[in-house]
């Protein structure tokens, strides 16, 4: 299983994983457009017992487009969201794909709010699509 680190821009928050992400997904919705700075959000989502979270966080909570909530934990130093969690789905944490800072992480096999993709933006194609 492999061992990866996720981290904020300062070192001082981090979540170690073990094992390979149940999903790696983009997501075009304007939240995460907005909360990225980008124009979409990467993350890998891992089971809950494979991440270890060190270091101190700040948190906010952001409610979806479906009415679930996201808390979003971020160095409260450098600002980096090093990680997430789902009402509803406890059992996973989602890590941004940046926090790893590694190239050849795994692409994205899931991308969803499509309908608000910047026309620019091409996801894998073989990736599972959703409007």
């Known amino acids: 299983m492999p061992a990866r680190l996720a981290s904020c821009s300062c070192g001082q928050l981090?979540?170690?994983?073990?094992?390979?992400?149940?999903?790696?997904s983009i997501c075009h919705c304007l939240n995460c457009q907005r909360r990225s700075g980008s124009v979409f959000a990467a993350q890998a989502r891992f089971a809950r017992d494979n991440?270890?979270?060190?270091?101190?966080?700040?948190?906010?909570?952001?409610?979806?487009?479906?009415?679930?909530?996201?808390?979003?934990?971020?160095?409260?130093?450098?600002?980096?969201?090093?990680?997430?969690?789902?009402?509803?789905?406890?059992?996973?944490i989602a890590i941004p794909i940046g926090a790893f800072a590694d190239p050849l992480f795994p692409a994205p096999t899931v991308s969803v709010y499509e309908e608000r993709k910047h026309a620019w933006v091409a996801p894998p194609p073989d990736a599972e699509h959703f409007p």
């Open 14 to 24: 981090t979540a170690r994983t073990n094992g390979e992400p149940l999903r790696i």
């Open 51 to 92: 991440v270890v979270v060190s270091g101190t966080s700040s948190s906010f909570a952001l409610v979806g487009d479906e009415g679930s909530r996201a808390h979003f934990h971020f160095c409260p130093t450098c600002g980096a969201t090093v990680y997430f969690q789902t009402e509803g789905a406890e059992e996973t």
